[in-house]
C-alpha cells in the first residue's frame, strides 16, 4: 500500500485493512521528527510496537523495540516523537 498523511508530519501505510467481526486491521505509523499525533480514543484494542525511532505516549518515552497497549475505550493525549518514529499497529476487538 502507498503512505497517506493522516495529519501533518504523519503518515499511515496499511498492511491489512480492517476485516471481519472483530474489525482487526494492522498499518505502519511512521511520524516525523517533532510532529504529534492528536488525541483519540480506542474503539478496539491496540498493540503498538516501535520498530525505531523514539515516542513519547500516555505518560511514557519508548523507543526502538518498545511496545506499547492501549485497551479499548482507553483515550491518548496527544503523543508525539522528538527523532521521529516507525510503528507497528495492530488492532483487534
Not at 42 to 71: K, M, N, Q
Amino acid at each position: 500500500g502507498d503512505w497517506i498523511e493522516i495529519q501533518p508530519g504523519v503518515r499511515q501505510k496499511m498492511l491489512v485493512a480492517p476485516h471481519g467481526p472483530d474489525r482487526s486491521a494492522s498499518y505502519l505509523i511512521r511520524i516525523a521528527p517533532g510532529a504529534e499525533v492528536a488525541e483519540h480514543s480506542h474503539e478496539s484494542f491496540e498493540h503498538c510496537f516501535v520498530i525505531a525511532g523514539d515516542l513519547h505516549i500516555a505518560g511514557r518515552h519508548i523507543h526502538g523495540g518498545d511496545y506499547h497497549y492501549a485497551p479499548r475505550g482507553s483515550v491518548h493525549e496527544p503523543s508525539h516523537s522528538d527523532g521521529g518514529c516507525l510503528l507497528l499497529i495492530v488492532e483487534a476487538a
